[in-house]
């Protein structure tokens, strides 16, 4: 079983930044992917960025240049830094750890508001 907590969400003005974090706990050694997803009020769940064990990193369009994600695989932890934050990135941002057998583990989400 594998327990995925993130942090570091809250209100920043438009252009600020913000840096999320996500520990995963528990039978962590084989996770493969690890990564950011979002879901803004009325949306659906959208990927933003995802990072496999190797470092092979997958962003969003709408979020390249501006967010970078990063992995710590000793701490079993991924990074979220955002820089240039729009009111449109105003959403839930959830963590995900993947284990090829079992799928997606999620965590419970943190809230991250854009004020314009």
């Known amino acids: 079983q594998v327990q995925v907590v993130e942090s570091g969400g809250g209100l920043v003005q438009a252009g600020g930044s913000l840096r999320l974090s996500c520990a995963a706990s528990g039978i962590t050694f084989t996770i493969n992917t690890m990564g950011w997803y979002r879901q803004a009020p009325g949306k659906q769940r959208e990927l933003v960025a995802v990072i496999t064990r190797l470092g092979s990193t997958t962003y969003a369009d709408s979020v390249k240049g501006r967010f970078t994600i990063s992995r710590d695989n000793a701490k079993n932890t991924v990074y979220l830094q955002m820089n240039s934050l729009k009111p449109e990135d105003t959403a839930v941002y959830y963590c995900?750890?993947?284990?090829?057998?079992?799928?997606?583990?999620w965590g419970q989400g943190t809230q991250v508001t854009v004020s314009s």
């Open positions: 995900s750890a993947r284990d090829p057998r079992y799928g997606s583990y």
